[in-house]
């Protein structure tokens, strides 16, 4: 593993690949409807494996229990009402394919992810390099 400077907020992440972007992304930002909290917009773009493992590993605003979101949770970000991206705003997400950390069920070398151009949700094979978003739970408000 190598260290890399993915311009958080001053923070020094620890990921398996480096960033494509060095524009400094969005705080993490509670969605009160789930109570969930999305990390910022940090264009981190990894394998499956890779993702789950940076998320696990991210160390920002003193907090470490950020995981790859499931795909329900991912889903919730998704605004059905718009396009390129189809997502709520604020959340920082660009119309990219995004990982969740659900395993397809019938093929284990595949992983469902949120194509946020449309809003639609998908299988790909694990080795494929998408966009990643760390999700944690609110201290007062976990998602069931």
Do not use: H
């Not at 907020?9 to 992304?25: I, N, Q, Y």
């Not at 394998?47 to 499931?70: F, G, M, V």
């Amino acid at each position: 593993m190598r260290m890399i400077d993915c311009f958080v907020a001053g923070l020094t992440l620890f990921a398996l690949a480096g960033c494509s972007s060095r524009v400094p992304p969005q705080p993490p930002k509670a969605d009160a409807q789930t109570g969930l909290i999305w990390a910022g917009n940090n264009d981190i773009r990894l394998n499956w494996a890779e993702a789950n493992a940076y998320c696990r590993q991210l160390n920002l605003e003193e907090q470490t229990d950020w995981r790859l979101p499931a795909i329900k949770e991912l889903q919730t970000l998704v605004d059905i009402n718009k396009s390129s991206p189809a997502a709520k705003k604020g959340f920082g997400v660009a119309s990219r394919r995004y990982w969740s950390s659900t395993p397809d069920a019938s093929f284990s070398e595949r992983a469902w992810y949120v194509f946020f151009k449309s809003g639609g949700t998908y299988k790909t094979d694990k080795l494929n390099v998408l966009s990643v978003k760390c999700v944690r739970d609110s201290d007062a408000c976990p998602m069931q």
